[in-house]
């Protein structure tokens, strides 16, 4: 593309074109809807399933789109010299090379075209998985003659099929395609395998996979090749296969037990120059028999097909409007646009199931959970109150949680593949989440509903094991007497801090447990520490303490055990938090007494604040190095990890970040931080904030991460999750301009294409040559828009009210000094528009007039402008309302 873009924007809905897409085998985009989660790549690579036990498709990881021969195919046999195929996978390296290729793609759709002017065809083949209930993926396939003569030829659609579960991938293969049953069909073929093979329990199976295909006319295919054997030949190739390659007609062997082939070969079709021939190929998955002719009368006809195109574009086009931003920049505006939908994307998938995410088995984790409704809250909170709710009956009375969230609200699994894991930072995220709801709403009330405790056989924080507990005693904590106990939401928050305060090491920080938000810290369970998070306890304790005062007069009632956590003591003295801690598990290990104690407000927010003061003290004194930057973590020999060692300086950036959003760190500190970030983690070749700066070499003592290949993954990676959060402080601490730096790098290496190579996303992290890894399914998608509109653009609820306190950079008025945001609020749809005609950053500009509905109202502060909820109620609710910001 021009300019070595990847991709050029087509239009300001996110829709784009590349003519280079085909060169980058890594690429592929999501395409699903609540009932299927399919990948495509530009050759129509990728897979189809509805879960782990249910792949449509050859399960796909990121080396296959490479290594593959299986694809979703479309071949033309015009005679022995003339064998093309139409999506540019075959054996006829000449032909691939000849064909000019362009891909069109969209939210969330693809349309590939591909021109060979030897061969005379041009072919279209557009793919979605249309909106609604359906597990259905339609492909259309749309063949024009582009040469000055008649054409005959013979065209032929080829999915191989799998219809198994993945882990049947390197577990009995063959034996488990000895258990499908093949029945065709006028319109395609279906199949039923017997069993879900599984030798700890096989089970009967219910799913019915299938592929049905016709002509634009509705007529269907003349042959069917149901199997991959009959299909191919011997040869088993399935880019050069013997049915097309020597013409062959399907023959009368057995199908059963064999690997399925959606194979449908179509009558011999002439072409007069500049005609069209079109077919239709729908393939999906079922939960009981499908009818494919009802399926060939709904999609069958290219004017249906487009009315289900034009209702799935909608659908995205909606999804992807949580931030409505023009901020001058089109290719950022459109940019975003993706952005917005892959928390939605991340709802659907989990945090598997597309071709980088070759892992787990679907669902997402606790972290995911929160951040995931941060998005959602800023859209429209009030549907999320109750999910919030249900949220938070995956706390556990230890202070840990259910790790795996069920696909029902409220459901909750105990472990990751059987395995006792506690992450130390888990606690932190509701606060976070439920103080954006309470802000954005007012609504103190959630904190006084009711929600269980989760309850399973771990317990301690999964250092240790109650044997009392079984399958029929549930998984909802209960009382002596047996009943099910729930507690008010405010209890569960504090218990999740709380317990926090006294789970101290050896330097009487925070335990590191299983890991903090790094995954990769999983190798400093029994000594480990970290600092970094201490300090977000730190401030979530003072959250809570002010949450306390603004409930004063309620009844702020919670267990009796948790009088044990509001001891007052020397919190310098480590023995004596272990010794309560102890009391406290001890109380709670099996069950709950039942009884109740009620809080004075005012003491229980100072018991809060002296616990929060004296944590970020003790940071303050112990953990600021002399370098000028904070240590964030303690290894399992108890030895610091951040700071010189011998000759090497070693930083993270995480022990960075939190310090700053807890408020910790000083301005004076965070100033010095800003210098060494930059100075040790900043990388000018890319543009990009690196994790971590080089150890040098393993680390078994804290963490898996320092066993990567050092710039991937957790281990110096460019990590998008972690620079957005670096972003989000330094905004909320006041540096404007240094935290649109460091958010707007994360767009430019993204939109750097040349570097990057992925379609318009943010990934989960950049390597050490700038290659976009991991994309689409990622936390930081919605802690970026988060940080766009509440900290940059500074639009935000301030107890229910809405907040407009902007920290625009004068680069974002570089291309125009008129930008805005459109979002709802109170059930509103706003847009806010900031003029700034000397195109001034924050740290010069101040707000000269307020314009609501052309209506000047009165500023009481140069820096930020409160405009009540009553005033906000009273606004017409079926169109946009304007609120002009003048900044000056």
Known sequence: ?????????????????????????????????????????????????????????????????????????????????KIWSATGVSKNLKQIQEDKFTLEAGQLWQRISRENRNIGLKSTILSFVPTGPDALEVMQVSLTNISKKKISFIPCAAIPLYCRSADNLRDHRQVTALLTRIKEDKYGIKVKPTLLFDESGHKPNNTVYFAAACDNKGKPARYMYPTQ?????????????????????????????????????FAEVSLLPGARAT????????????????????????????????????????????????????????????????????????????????????????????QDCLGLILNNPQPVRQLLIDNFCGVKIDGSNATIIGKKPGEFIADRNNISRVWMDHGVWPLLTLDLYIQETGDLGILFEHATYFKNHQINRAQGIDYQWNASYGNKLKTKSGKIYQGTIFEHL??????????????????????????????????????????????????LAQLALKCNGKGLDAAEELKILLADFNYQDIAQKHKLLEKYFSKTKENISGKKIRLDAAVLSRNLNKKSLWMKKHIQESEWLKEGFFNGYYDNRKNRVDGKRGNLLRVNLASQVFPIMSGVARPGQTKKILANVYRYLYDTSLGGIHLNTDFKKEQHDLGRAFSFAYGDKENGAVFSHMVVMFAYALYKQGYSQEGWRALSSLYKMAANTARSKIYPCL???????????????????????????????????LDGDLLIEPKLSSEQFKSSDKISISRVFADRNLKIVFLNPKRLGAEKYRIKR????????????????????????????????ILEVYLG
């Open 1 to 81: 593309m021009r300019n070595n873009n990847l991709y050029l924007f087509t239009d300001e809905r996110g829709s784009f074109r590349s003519s280079s897409a085909d060169k980058i085998k890594s690429l592929y985009l999501p395409l699903c809807n609540q009932a299927l989660m399919s990948s495509i790549s530009p050759d129509l690579g990728g897979d189809i399933k509805s879960g782990q036990n249910s792949f449509l498709l050859e399960p796909v990881s990121r080396i296959d789109l490479s290594l593959s021969r299986a694809s979703r195919n479309f071949w033309v046999y015009i005679n022995q010299d």
């Open 279 to 370: 077919y239709v190929i729908v393939t999906g998955l079922s939960q009981k028999d499908c009818n494919l002719s009802s399926l060939i009368s709904k999609f069958g006809q290219s004017k249906k097909i487009d009315a289900h195109f034009e209702q799935t574009k909608n659908f995205w086009q909606e999804q992807s409007k949580l931030l409505d931003v023009s901020s001058g920049n089109k290719h950022f505006d459109n940019w975003l646009r993706w952005v917005n939908i892959q928390p939605v994307l991340r709802k659907i998938f989990g945090c598997s199931f597309l071709p980088d995410f070759d892992y787990g088995k679907g669902g997402r984790g606790w972290r995911d959970l929160w």
């Open 494 to 543: 504090l218990v999740q801090n709380l317990v926090q305060f006294y789970n101290v090491g050896a330097h009487n920080h925070v335990r590191l447990e299983g890991a903090d938000w790094n995954d990769g810290l999983d190798m400093a369970k029994e000594h480990g520490e970290s600092v970094a998070f201490s300090a977000m306890y730190a401030q979530n304790l003072s959250t």
């Open 763 to 797: 990934p989960e992290y950049f390597d050490l040559t700038g290659r976009g890894m991991y994309s689409y399914l990622t936390g930081s998608a919605s802690w970026f828009t988060l940080t766009l509109l509440t900290q940059s653009f500074g639009v935000r609820g």
């Open 229 to 265: 054997e009959m299909f191919c030949g011997e040869s088993g190739d399935l880019e050069a296969p013997e049915a097309v390659f020597k013409n062959k007609l399907p023959r009368k062997i057995p199908i059963q037990g064999k690997e399925p082939m959606a194979a449908m070969r």
């Open 850 to 881: 307020f314009l609501l509905n052309t209506e000047q109202l009165p500023i009481e502060e140069a820096t930020r402008i409160v405009v009540s909820r009553e005033v906000i109620a009273i606004l017409p609710k079926n169109k946009f309302n």
